[in-house]
């Protein structure tokens, strides 16, 4: 990954795939950022000499980050427990959709895959920190559980056995996910599609029969916009309570919009995005929906 006396401009070119990856152990584009610049900083910081000495910036860049967002994800339940309401991680559009304003957004360095779904990124929230670090970096990432004892200070086969707990944990809540292939896709879409369809008709019939009768609703307002404090559990339950919504938002639009990679939906009045909804699907029937109204967390989307 490198050699000795690498000139500093090289570390520049780390940057996409430090943002890749904290974005997956964090959740957050802005502290994904946050972490990465002060990576970053830390590397600057160091004496040109220690810099020549360092045979792989982009090593040292990844253990420094991803010991930076262990340290963050040990803080995050704390600070997670004053959020109001359900937290969410950020939903990301897709290229098309991002705000291009001066200078580098992280929303544009994201590589969309499978490995940033909705789902997936809200069952890394249940794992504990080192956990999640050493399931993302071997399993996302491919990187050796060597480097990764370096991030955790933990032996290879520590790091190993917390990988595989992570990955059955993972195996456990998706296991009856559709699997994501082109077809799921097409399926997923036209399911959306209905959705959307039946949501802007207030149609309660509808909505029910699109959704499974054990689904269940999360939205993330953050306190600074409306949202049911808790998740809404029950096909019948989230049926009444969009079309609640719809009656209440006259004006609002719906869109049919690739939220993490998959089709979702986005809400918008007068050209701003109030609201991004993304789902999970499985037997054919909407199983999750995860709804972002925290107006924070909607700033890379286009109006």
Request: proline letters at 5%; charged letters at 25%; glycine letters at 8%.
């Amino acid at each position: 990954m490198g050699t000795a006396g690498t000139s500093t401009d090289d570390t520049v070119g780390e940057r996409r795939q430090l943002i890749n990856v904290a974005y997956r152990l964090l959740g957050s584009l802005a502290e994904a950022e946050d972490a990465v610049q002060e990576a970053y900083a830390r590397w600057y910081a160091l004496p040109h000499a220690r810099q020549d000495e360092i045979v792989s910036p982009g090593a040292w860049l990844t253990t420094v980050t991803g010991r930076i967002c262990l340290d963050v994800l040990g803080s995050a339940r704390a600070r997670r427990e004053r959020y109001v309401g359900a937290w969410l991680p950020d939903p990301l559009p897709d290229h098309a959709e991002r705000v291009h304003g001066p200078g580098t957004d992280p929303a544009d360095q994201m590589v969309l895959d499978e490995s940033v779904s909705m789902a997936f990124l809200v069952v890394l929230e249940s794992m504990t920190p080192a956990e999640r670090v050493a399931f993302v970096l071997h399993d996302v990432f491919r990187y050796p559980f060597a480097e990764i004892a370096g991030i955790l200070r933990r032996t290879p086969a520590a790091c190993k056995q917390l990988a595989a707990s992570a990955r059955r944990r993972v195996r456990s809540e998706r296991s009856h996910a559709t699997a994501t292939t082109a077809t799921a896709t097409v399926v997923r879409a036209d399911l959306v599609r209905q959705v959307k369809e039946a949501w802007e008709a207030k149609d309660i019939a509808a909505l029910v029969d699109l959704l499974d009768p054990a689904a269940v609703m999360t939205t993330d307002g953050g306190g600074r916009a409306d949202a049911a404090l808790r998740p809404i559990e029950g096909g019948a339950r989230i049926a009444q309570y969009m079309a609640a919504i719809a009656g209440k938002a006259p004006g609002l639009e719906l869109l049919e919009r690739s939220v993490n990679g998959a089709p979702g939906l986005v809400a918008r009045r007068a050209g701003a995005v109030l609201t991004v909804a993304a789902f999970e699907v499985a037997e054919g029937r909407v199983t999750r929906i995860w709804v972002v109204r925290n107006p924070e967390k909607l700033r890379p989307w286009v109006g």
